[in-house]
């Protein structure tokens, strides 16, 4: 099992940058297929994106696609979302997430089995 804790999220105006980063506890870090998902009040969870144990292998949803980057330092047990050009409709808890299956079925199943307890982006007009 893998402790994850984020960080980085706040309030920012249309058109602005934030990044997200996760720690992972442990020492198999560079084991797990890593992601991130959110999901905005009174709609459902978004698998926005992942990445593969060696960082290789990078998926991303439509709706972030050119403006969001993830990326991850097994060195130093952490994933990023360096999310750019934000827009209010990228307002949600953002969740890391982290699972021990390869990246190709990791992104086939949308799904990833251990969580962080999220951090809030809110995107101002």
């Known amino acids: 099992q893998v402790e994850l804790v984020e960080s980085g999220g706040g309030l920012v105006q249309a058109g602005g940058s934030l990044r997200l980063s996760c720690a992972a506890s442990g020492r198999t870090f560079s084991t797990y297929t890593m992601g991130w998902f959110r999901q905005a009040p009174g709609k459902e969870r978004e698998f926005v994106a992942a990445?593969?144990?060696?960082?290789?292998?990078?998926y991303y949803a439509d709706s972030v696609k050119g403006r969001f980057t993830i990326s991850r330092d097994n060195a130093k047990n952490t994933v990023y979302l360096q999310m750019n050009s934000l827009k209010p409709e990228d307002t949600a808890v953002y969740y890391c997430a982290a699972d021990g299956r390869e990246f190709r079925r990791v992104v086939a199943a949308r799904s990833m089995g251990s969580w962080g307890q999220g951090t809030q982006v809110a995107v101002s007009s």
């Open positions: 990445i593969s144990r060696g960082g290789g292998g990078i």
